[in-house]
């Protein structure tokens, strides 16, 4: 780092971790001050302006010396331990000697009262310097030099203003410090603004103040931060500003090397951050793609990272198999090679559901129709792969939570949580979009999640932009389902419609067993009872006024041949007649 003119930070090469710095002065010469701001905590004190010439000679080393190889040598050493000397570009002496450059640039002037007339160095820097002046050089030329002094800013009165006039294009900037490997202070240039630039997407660890006023770091913060300084550190780089919540300016740094961003996560060093990577404008999936290699290489912050699907087989993690049933209108079961049946649930989405006490007690809560875009998302999906082959992504294994503490009855049972797609698309992502389901919010550490999770929260603002369903300002839809499929009355009062009606249509519901069904029909909009006319499959097991009745032989598999059919199939028939079962 160029402190001043006359002034620099010099580091060794690292070891086993960031390597101690140095602070050398330049000897014999002396260079305008920078500017300061006033301490925020004496508020009658005013800022210091540049002296003439000051950030021209800071910016002529700045861009001589960063990230260059040095040599120097350390002449003398103040009782406060200051260090003063001269500097070369280069590995040794013979290389340019820095304050003789300054001199001769009319950027330094020469300390003429320290000087022995037998010391060659300090006489070439008097030579130098009458030759800058008879050239009227740097601040020999005439008029001062208040030219030369910046109008800073460093305060901006409406950030969000500030960042939306930019229209996300790049600004030019010099990163002046780095925070921590992802909040650095910037110098957006022409106009000379400071400001403090979060990465867009990201999080380093960070540095803690302690209420002694000490800082404590995160494990990998002082390895991050120097990742960042060592490559941006009064670096020439473009900003694109890209967000300012909460009066928090976000933006991504470009280099001509590559966008530190990426380079964060694929080192291990950042984590992805979900509530700002939708403003990232250079490819969510990159920043994805990049934590995603640092974690299956376990590197620096993921050393001990496991993933969610460590300890399953590949082919229990990818797989393709039948849709049998979908539940509700997140999960569906599906059929595997091997004949057996799995639930599978939507990675990172939550269906449509009624916040609070809301349920009409006086009725049976049905909540396939009676909460709001429910059937419309189940029609969707049922409509899109019900007896499809489809392929299975598992993502995460939710593991089964209790009611209580205290319980041992699991509120939940454990959930295999997958991507589903079928031709390319995205069946969550499908749902989200169309506004019939919402997509869950994680805590930053949590890792199960989907792997898509980025295009269903883009999904969900475009659904949100469009007041797409349940994001909808319309009147929500009603279904006034009749089920008469319990009551013998009702359905003998129902049937003469439906019989000269004559051919029906009708969606499979639920199967009871071989040859009862449980139909909606979609025109009558009711539910009834259908027994398949002419047979009768072996009943199942069922609880009786005395007692459990056992199954009859083949009960299951009759039952399983017709679920496989027709549940939630779209079928067609015709009703002759209505009576009493006697179960």
């Avoid at 901006?156 to 650095?184: L, T, W, Y």
């Amino acid at each position: 780092m160029v402190l001043s003119g006359c002034a620099i930070i010099v580091r060794g090469q690292p070891r086993g971790g960031p390597p101690p710095e140095r602070q050398i002065n330049l000897s014999n010469i002396r260079t305008g001050a920078l500017a300061r701001r006033a301490p925020q905590s004496q508020p009658d004190q005013k800022d210091t302006p540049d002296e003439p010439y000051a950030f021209q000679a800071r910016e002529f080393l700045r861009k001589m010396l960063i990230g260059k190889e040095v040599c120097f040598t350390v002449e003398v050493k103040t009782a406060l331990g200051r260090e003063y000397g001269m500097v070369y570009l280069g590995r040794d002496t013979t290389g340019e000697n820095i304050a003789e450059s300054l001199v001769n640039e009319g950027l330094a002037t020469v300390r003429r009262e320290g000087i022995r007339g037998n010391n060659p160095d300090q006489a070439r820097l008097c030579d130098l310097e009458d030759q800058a002046k008879a050239s009227k050089k740097g601040m020999w030329t005439e008029g001062g030099g208040t030219n030369t002094i910046r109008d800073l800013k460093y305060i901006i009165e409406n950030p969000r203003n500030f960042v939306d006039s930019m229209h996300q294009k790049p600004v030019n900037a010099v990163i002046e410090h780095v925070r921590d490997g992802s909040v650095v202070r910037a110098l957006l240039l022409p106009d000379y603004y400071l400001v403090t630039v979060m990465l867009s997407g990201v999080k380093c660890p960070t540095f803690k103040r302690e209420a002694d006023g000490t800082e404590s770091p995160e494990p990998f913060a002082a390895e991050a931060k120097f990742f960042t300084e060592s490559r941006l550190l009064q670096r020439d780089v473009q900003i694109i500003l890209e967000s300012c919540p909460n009066q928090v300016i976000l933006g991504t740094v470009l280099h001509p090397n590559g966008n530190i961003t990426e380079l964060l996560l694929k080192e291990g060093f950042a984590r992805c951050v979900d509530w700002s990577m939708a403003v990232y404008t250079q490819g969510a999936e990159k920043l994805r793609a990049g934590e995603k290699s640092a974690k299956e290489r376990k590197v620096r912050i993921w050393k001990d990272y496991v993933a969610p699907t460590a300890n399953m087989d590949q082919k229990d993690r990818q797989f393709v198999a039948k849709v049998m049933q979908v539940v509700n209108a997140d999960a569906v079961v599906v059929k595997l090679n091997s004949g057996e049946y799995k639930t599978i649930h939507l990675s990172s989405i939550r269906p449509p559901r009624i916040e609070g006490e809301n349920k009409d007690k006086d009725k049976r809560f049905r909540p396939i129709y009676d909460i709001p875009y429910m059937f419309e998302a189940r029609e969707f999906m049922r409509k899109k792969i019900i007896g499809k082959k489809v392929n299975v992504t598992v993502d995460y294994i939710r593991a089964a939570t209790s009611s209580s503490e205290t319980s041992t009855i699991p509120a939940f049972a454990e959930r295999t949580c997958a991507t589903v797609t079928i031709g390319g698309i995205n069946i969550a992502e499908a749902l989200v979009s169309k506004g019939f389901a919402t997509v869950i919010r994680y805590r930053q550490d949590d890792d199960q999640r989907s792997s898509h999770y980025d295009e269903l929260l883009a999904a969900e603002a475009r659904a949100i932009k469009n007041g797409k369903g349940l994001h909808s300002k319309k009147e929500v839809p009603i279904h006034r389902v009749a089920d008469i499929s319990g009551e013998t009355q009702k359905a003998k009062q129902f049937l003469p419609f439906l019989q000269r009606a004559g051919r029906s249509e009708a969606v499979v519901e639920y199967v009871f067993s071989g040859s009862r069904l449980k139909l909606y029909m979609p025109k009558e909009t009711c539910l009834i009872t259908f027994l398949l006319a002419g047979i009768e499959c072996p009943r199942g097991s069922r609880n009786m006024p005395g007692g459990m009745q056992v199954a009859e032989p083949f009960s299951d598999e009759a039952m399983a041949f017709t679920k496989e059919l027709v549940l939630q199939r779209e079928v067609t028939g015709w009703l002759f007649s209505c009576y009493l079962e006697r179960w």
